[in-house]
């Protein structure tokens, strides 16, 4: 749809991509941005895997937003990702609306978008995409393959689907399945746009308007489960928006109902509400264990190679420390030699993107720690 | 590359044969870990309760969760270490009776130090103080120490034979390290701390 300011690879050309749901998609277009140099060894890349609403820009300005990349402070020249060492790879997931193959895509069967007409896809598919944009690039294993919240869950799919590729897996502030309050929030979010009267069924794309409206009450929602209650109050307690007394009616009175309508309008610019329904879906239908019978610890047998790091945050109640800490304790049931920490935090979800000193502290011991054990120098 | 070993630390690692499994207990800053891995080639885990601890770990190579010995043991598998490290914890746990049982569930081996409170510097400081000792080693007040289950020499043995658990050995140190040749009874009076390599 945009994003054409970056690099995209097609793929699965020839033989197509295979989802868990069955269906078949080819080609495969995949929005992806890379920094630093693939060394001759091909031993330093790490591959970045962003959150739902994330995309490839982790440390380039957003074409679209013109802000600068969303982890920009851990990756860069010097920094704790250090581009001058790594090759460091982040593409825009399957599904998403960034350069990568999703709803908004033309179907070519049909030469009109996708709409709901695209397939159901699954956080394993979205990894899949990945590893064959590695093949790509000519990465044959990643000295590290990290990611928060969605990106999380993708690095654990690639634990299961691709261990014999890793050297090292970090996993922040995310979970091996989605619960039923997580799927709830998901619902709640979807409803609001298949309520918009602009969705048109998901084919508004040739249409004046857009579903604007539901896309920014579902970004609303899931603003609130990125925050802690605490976070929130002492953001904005009941402090009043540009005014000194309440209203008696319906204006954004409250501060936190401005900050709240600015999230949600500030994203519809930049997302795709039918990528919003599909990529929620892919979470939603997380359960790894259930592939194996209910046994978590099963899913990591043969990553018992891998280093691995799971972090999570005390208020985060998205993705609580319970959640975090069963995919760590299972990793460590199967001879996988996990770190795991709860960082103390007041941020919500969303701290794994702040300034968090505990974690960076932690996260810094950990890369170095692989890549001296890659080999690579430090 | 590895600083020398803290002497009742070492006492520990002396027991622990090369290239086994090991979980420590309450790993602190992963000295004791980190010895092992780099010089016996231990495939060594550690439990910390700690975040200072756990960054300090990690930024060592070493893999350690954070957690406590009370609430986090029963998540390993049965058997799935060669040792199992309790080092100067047992008297600050909950539960030390259970937790004493999970060590030997998971490790095939446990090898546990005590502060022995049945030291005679203790003892006369209860006996002419009529106060809860306070020592250099043990310096909080009893109402805030984290020390909460206080056992001497003789109280471990009691509760090692109640479990039907065997001790392999018996290493009674002073608190620089110094290895006593003595009775348990003696070791009683006199050892600052009690080593213990226990099987089931």
């Known amino acids: 749809m945009r994003g054409k300011e970056g690099h995209t690879a097609t793929l699965f050309k020839k033989d197509s991509l295979t989802l868990d749901s069955g269906a078949t998609l080819s080609p495969v277009n ?22 739902l609403t994330g995309d490839q820009y982790v440390a380039s300005t957003h074409p679209i937003t013109g802000k600068p990349g969303w982890w920009e402070r851990i990756v860069g020249p010097g920094k704790l990702l250090d581009t001058d060492k790594y090759f ?42 990945q590893a064959a944009l590695l093949d790509f690039l000519g990465v044959g294993s990643l000295m590290a393959v990290i990611g928060g919240s969605m990106g999380g869950m993708q690095t654990l799919e690639w634990l299961t689907t691709y261990p014999e590729r890793l050297h090292s897996a970090v996993v922040l502030a995310s979970a091996a399945r989605h619960t039923a309050q997580n ?145 760590a304790h299972a990793m460590n049931a199967a001879g996988v030699p996990v770190s795991f920490a709860e960082i103390d935090s007041p941020h919500g979800h969303d701290a794994f993107l702040l300034d968090e000193p505990e974690m960076d502290q932690m996260l810094d011991g950990f890369i170095a720690a692989a890549a001296k054990s890659r080999g690579l120098p430090s | 590359m590895t600083k020398s070993l803290r002497p009742d630390l070492q006492l520990i690692a002396d027991l622990i044969k090369p290239n086994s499994r090991v979980l420590d207990v309450g790993c602190a800053d992963g000295a004791l870990l980190n ?90 400081s209860l006996l002419r103080r009529g106060r809860m000792p306070v020592t250099k080693e ?22 090692i034979e109640a479990e039907g658990l065997t001790v392999k050995e018996f290493v009674p140190h002073t608190k620089a390290g110094k290895k006593l040749s003595m009775s348990r009874t003696r070791a009683n009076w006199t050892a600052d701390q009690g080593l213990f390599l226990l099987e089931k």
């Open chain 1, 30 to 51: 995949v929005g992806y941005e890379t920094y630093g140099t693939l060394n001759t060894g091909r031993t330093n890349a790490v591959l970045i895997c962003h959150a």
């Open chain 1, 88 to 129: 460091v790879v982040c593409s825009n997931v399957l599904g998403s609306c960034l350069g990568t193959t999703g709803p908004w895509e033309i179907n070519e069967v049909t030469g009109q978008p996708w709409g709901l007409d695209f397939p159901v896809i699954t956080i394993r598919d979205m990894v899949k995409v």
């Open chain 1, 183 to 327: 799927i709830a929030f998901h619902e709640v979010g979807r409803q609001a746009v298949m309520a918009d009267p602009n969705w048109h069924g998901g084919t508004y794309y040739n249409e004046d308007s857009k579903p604007d409206k539901g896309l920014a009450v579902a970004r609303m929602t899931a603003h609130i489960t990125y925050l802690s209650e605490d976070a929130l109050t002492k953001k904005f307690g009941r402090n009043l928006q540009a005014r000194d007394a309440v209203t008696f009616g319906f204006d954004a009175d409250f501060q936190v109902e401005s900050y709240l309508r600015y999230q949600g309008s500030a994203f519809v610019d930049r997302f795709d509400a039918n990528s919003y329904l599909y990529i929620t879906r892919a979470m939603d239908y997380l359960d790894i264990a259930r592939r194996y019978d209910g046994r978590l610890a099963d899913a990591f047998k043969a990553a018992a190679h891998v280093r691995c790091c799971v972090i999570s945050f005390s208020s985060d109640w998205l993705y609580p420390t319970l959640e975090n800490k069963t995919i």
């Open chain 2, 35 to 124: 010895y092992l891995v780099n010089k016996k080639q231990v495939d060594g885990r550690g439990l910390e309760l700690s975040q200072q601890g756990v960054n300090a770990c990690v930024a060592k190579g070493l893999f350690v969760i954070q957690g406590d010995a009370d609430n986090d043991l029963h998540e390993y598998p049965d058997n799935s270490f060669d040792y199992v490290v309790l080092s100067k914890t047992l008297q600050a746990v909950h539960r030390p009776r259970d937790v004493l049982v999970n060590l030997l569930r998971i490790g095939k081996r446990a090898v546990v130090t005590i502060p022995n409170f049945g030291q005679w510097r203790v003892r006369l």
């Open chain 2, 138 to 159: 043990l310096d909080k007040a009893w109402y805030n120490t984290d020390n909460i289950h206080f056992c001497t020499i003789h109280d471990l043995f009691d509760l």
